[in-house]
């Protein structure tokens, strides 16, 4: 499937998504947030879409192309077919609320017209199959089959329209509901999963519950596209979504920093020295390994392993390069020298991606 | 296994530790500094011991009864025997590292003397089979392999002395060999397991690495007692160790937040509203579930589903409690009225647990 010029499943990359928090119908807030998503890496943006004002706004959005945009709409067709006029990349719409079935063969034939791929999004908190008979809300894998059981429906409504452009979403704020109604449906329909843990909380809280459960299932190999629902500037949730991936090994994104805790075996200063480091690799756009380490404990071990690694000791510390030791230095060393090889081996990575992309002679 | 107070596996509650940053052998700065992780909620706290000096302060930090501490101790088994005299509750040794079987005796007989365990602890990054006859370092299975052979020739030392007080750690950076290899070892030995992501990096990309290798492991069941490696305060360690716990049900402790990211159908101003609330909720030590949502599609049915729970709408919000509407509200009631009813809940959580406490008349 792809969205806009995005490949989402059969084997491509996970792809990161964010939303934006502005209103749709403020076209030059609405871009300006879709533009700092892009610097951070965001690769599909969604919209939501709740009035005509909002849907307004779309051609113009569009126009400005820098990324494909998903338009997020409940119960209202009309708003999906002005979307899809205007040249939307996806729609996240659940038919099943949209009315008959006249209205959802509208909004298919749009979409099947111009290639735009619809997304089923449940949310436990918005269906009423997530509560029992006794009106208590279900948990764990009874949640989970509630939530299958209503993404089905709708998936069966496109089905019977002869529509397969489908993609579908199955968030909790529950970890284990969301991770069995995941794997459930994997089981169940080969269409692509987009992952996420629904209203995950802060910055502080809620990374590490996505972490979490969109790490376990990404582990699984489930999952296709995600996207980190955070109480913050959605660029928070960009970087964490490729913190996540790249935590996996599943994408390489700039730099892993590899950093030990210290303890009483530490004699450098070791936290403003990793804390000057990351602010030295969020400029690094190639995808190195560096360890800061604080003693000789695991520091060789670790600092060996990476493309750049320094070992502190006792005011005085070894940098290990591809490997092999490259120099001893005094600790007020460290900074420069580490962020000189670091240099070396980005531009060496720039250098060796250029040789690979350069035309056969 | 009990590490002092503290029982560790055998169906008890997964132990938060973590490690001093200090010199041990500063007795002022290291309590100081146990102090400040008991307050975090920290349940065992271990310090490096390297040398003589760190040993000889243990008796004084021992003398300060707050919380059971294990000494971490590499090669010496003299630094190991003045420890367990003085009183430590566990040890942090690998034995194969520590000389000739007299020595491992020694240390063996002086730890069931006082009912001391082990903590067998293997870290991809100092142990030699982790690179292969080529020099370069496994991955994957085979390093998950290698690490596990590692461990078990220490913990086959231990049993050929007649010991089983045994935790077990098997450490890497990269999470497939990490779940990998404490997978492996669940299968082979009754032993706790202390799991950890080893030197993860810093709170901003540490704390997300650590919650998916430990989120996936305890998912499964796996892992009696945890520690976060963080280049951070060991107070972030701790709480982010409980964060990964609280996120999937395993411990309680405080609260829960759900906030939603807000998106273009949200009208009223979510993001200081829901920081004022993690202020407020940062004092309150009842396992609470609060919610704080932006609008009208998913806002109702988390709210509900929450102890105290809000949903905004057009400048006003239904605030729910008990899974009842309490009250509608305009914009600039929503903090106090919110706080208001968290204390509410807090006191009734705090009432009906005195209620339970209470003897039996």
């Known amino acids: 499937m792809n969205v806009g010029d995005v490949r989402i499943g059969g084997g491509g990359p996970v792809v990161v998504q964010s939303m934006t928090t502005t209103s749709t119908a403020d076209v030059e807030a609405t871009s300006n947030e879709i533009a700092r998503l892009v610097d951070a890496g965001c690769e599909i943006v969604r919209v939501a879409v709740p009035d005509r004002e909002a849907a307004a706004a779309l ?20 708003l999906a077919l002005t979307a899809v006029e205007a040249g939307i990349h996806c729609l996240r719409i659940n038919p099943g609320n949209i009315g008959d079935r006249d209205r959802v063969r509208q909004v298919v034939q749009a979409c099947k017209e111009r290639g735009v791929p619809i997304r089923i999004g449940v949310n436990a908190g918005s269906i009423p199959e997530a509560s029992g008979p006794d009106g208590r809300p279900k948990t764990g894998a009874a949640l989970a089959d509630a939530m299958v059981a209503h993404a089905m429906e709708h998936v069966r409504i496109l089905e019977e329209e002869d529509f397969e452009a489908i993609k579908i979403s199955l968030k909790a704020f529950e970890i284990d509901p969301t991770v069995r109604a995941y794997r459930k449906i994997a089981d169940m329909v080969p269409y692509p999963l987009h992952l996420g843990i629904t209203e995950s909380g802060t910055v502080r809280t809620g990374s590490i519950r996505s972490a979490i459960g969109l790490g376990i299932l990404l582990y699984e190999g489930i999952g296709d596209t995600i996207r980190v629902s955070l109480t913050a500037d959605p660029v928070e949730e960009v970087f964490v979504a490729f913190e996540i991936l790249k935590s996996l090994d599943i994408r390489r994104k700039g730099s892993v920093l590899v950093s030990c805790p210290s303890c009483g075996r530490c004699e450098i200063d070791l936290f403003p020295l990793v804390g000057k480091v ?29 493309d750049i690694g320094l070992a502190g000791g006792k005011g005085r510390g070894v940098i290990f390069a591809d490997g092999k030791i490259l120099e001893t230095l005094n600790e007020d060393e460290f900074l420069p020298r580490l962020t000189a090889g670091i240099e070396r081996v980005a531009a060496d990575h720039r250098a060796a991606a250029a040789e690979k992309d350069a035309p056969v002679p």
Chains 1, 2 share one sequence.
Not at 59 to 78: G, M, Q, T
Not at 285 to 300: H, S, T
Request: charged share 30%; aromatic share 2%.
């Open 59 to 78: 051609p113009e959005l569009l126009r400005r192309p820098a990324v494909p945009l998903i338009a997020d709409i409940h119960f209202d067709h009309r």
């Open 278 to 306: 990351e602010e030295v690799l969020a400029g690094i756009e190639e995808p190195l390994k560096v360890a800061v380490m604080g003693c000789v404990v695991n520091g060789p071990g670790e600092a060996r392993d990476a």
